[in-house]
């Protein structure tokens, strides 16, 4: 393999990464304190040519090449000072990868060497390694052209929105009816059978679990075990290469897009799970791969003074630098990247706070948001924040910026107190089932922008939630020490497996009362992939490093989860054709045009409306609300008045089966029901005034048809 280097020239310092134009391609990489940079290209036999890069501006290294072209692998070589007690961590045997690299050849080589310095010493980051180190993974050129053929974003509006967190293997694994092949995959997720099967849920977008990249750290691989999850980036703009189907290099590029083309030709919108926070680099002794050689100061959160250590918001031993521009624009161009040339239709941002960080404190005015706030691309796309990380001051629930949606860690863990019986919370209850206006509603956000969700990757799963009382971590190998110890869960009585049908049924109702509360609640209603048929992870609630059965999506059928399926079905239907359900505006709390209707009141079981003291009562465990369809105070896409039905809503977490007076004796028109998470088949009409048996541990759903016109 050689390249004349008289046929080069200097190229352009953007776009950054690898461009090829149809001739050639162009190489661009930033690194402020960068002394040389050398083009690794190799061949399929591992062979290395060395280019040096010697044209320089504005801080980037830029050379173009002629002849290469799709399918080329590429790495750089970086010379610089090694000095770790500066932060300066270069050293030219490690080869890197490209952070602005379209695809990766293979995963990380753990074998042929990660370290840039000696490894298994406690100091050995001081000292440079060496020996060479070509463990990291391999950019590949690609050719970015692709035939979308018309493929239209569904710009599902977001309080219509219903968001399905799911993993594409785990998705597609067990499927009977996808091709082996294609187990596993981007295109196991555009299999006709599991873009059917979200249809036919009434999901209208898929949230996708980090493919950008990642690796599988060699302590998980050592173990026989992998990083599920991929939450351990290294490549921002390159899908991950273990959801490719076939051996083809680069093809999951294709493939990624032909998932999107697919999902968005059934009506169904693209989120990706992204992890800007942080790098699978790792602290001062973990591997070196790119960032960290390239220019480790300019892309890592040194602390000042002793810039040897890593500011650790993350838990993963490092934080992305967001106040350095390149860094800045290292993130921007990737996320502008997967909506423009990917296609895809929003972001839900791992440990967002980490990325609003100034010095120490979270700055919700950070040059993050006010970049993005202010993106022609960016700023039309879904944005939804984890608004939390681990370090001081983290936990951010209600602080994101207008445009921002958020995982409302208060709505889960209210949910699962109160139906799990912890008395006091009715008035927190309130505000979660309402779009927690207490948290959004001030800063000029609507209800939507609250992203219900009672389970998710991290924890356990649905049934799991009503079937331990403990985790169950063994099979992760870390001695049941990893994972969260305050679930806020209720076995109903044993741990684990049983056969006692009272328990049984005493889940069933639970999942189901869950359910329904996450889907009759005003914002956007989150499931975990699964949790619509019982899925259980056998009381494991970190599952990140169990790429198996375990986490794996089931797919054979029995009563209960069928069950459990279509009564998941009928509210998310119920949902979709009622706006009083999914409410864009927050409730005033005041008489309808000046009538005795309210747009929502809240009653006790006797029928009286509550007062101050029940709210407060440590007692309360069974309340209702009432939802009213006049009150709605917004126009559908035509612009006309919506009005809906009436409905009010019956939660009884308490040990007792009470009577439930419904309200409004004095309307002629009867009360329908919709949902009883007692029995699924139960039919009854009751009017205003009568009261409805409402048995312990249930919810019920009511309509009232709306006023003829």
Known sequence: MSYKRKGMRPGDPYPLGATWDGAGTQFALFSENAEAVDLCLVDDEGNEQRLPVRHRTSLVWHVYVPEVGPGQKYAYRVHGPWAPERGLRFNPRVRLLDPYAKALASRVQWDAGAFAHRSGEPDGDLVMAEGEALGAPLGVVIDPSFDWGGDRRPYVPFHRSVIYEAHVRGMTMQHPEIPEELRGTYLGIAHPAIIGYLRYLGITAIELLPVHAFVHEKFLLDKGLRNYWGYHSIGFFAPDVGYR?????????????????????????????????HTAEGNHLGPTLSLRGIDNPTYYRLVPGNERYYFDYTGTGNTLNVRHPQTLQLIMDSLRYWVLEMHVDGFRFDLAAALARGLHDVDQLSSFFTIIHQDPVLSQVKLIAEPWDVGP?????????????????????????????????????????????????????????????VTAHDGFTLADLVSYNEKHNEANGEGGCDGADDNRSWNCGVEGPTDDPEILKLRARQMRNIMASLLFSQGTPMLLHGDERGRTQQGNNNGYCQDSPLTWQPWGWDEPSRALLEFTRKCLRIRHEHPALRRSIFFKGRPIRGGKTYDIQWYRPDGELMTDEDWSN?????????????????????????????????LNASPCDLGFLLPFADDPRPWQLLVDTQDDAAVETRRGGEETALTSRSLKLFLRSRRST
């Not at 006309?640 to 809503?649: E, H, M, N, P, S």
């Open 245 to 277: 189907a076939g051996a083809e290099v680069a093809s999951e590029v294709r493939q990624f897009k032909e998932m999107v083309k697919a999902l968005h030709a059934a009506g169904i919108e693209v989120i990706l799970d992204v992890v800007y926070n």
């Open 393 to 453: 001051g983290g936990y951010q629930v209600g602080n994101f910026p207008v445009r921002w949606a958020e995982w409302n860690g208060r709505y889960r863990d209210t949910l699962r107190d109160f139906w799990r019986g912890s008395g006091g919370i009715a008035s927190d209850l309130g505000f979660r089932l309402t779009g927690s206006s207490d948290l959004y509603e001030n800063s000029g956000r609507k209800p939507y922008t609250s992203i219900n969700f």
């Open 618 to 650: 440590p007692c309360t465990q069974c309340l209702g609300v009432f939802l009213s369809g006049e009150g709605l105070d917004d126009v559908d896409e035509e612009g006309d008045r919506l009005i809906d039905d009436d409905f009010v809503l019956l």
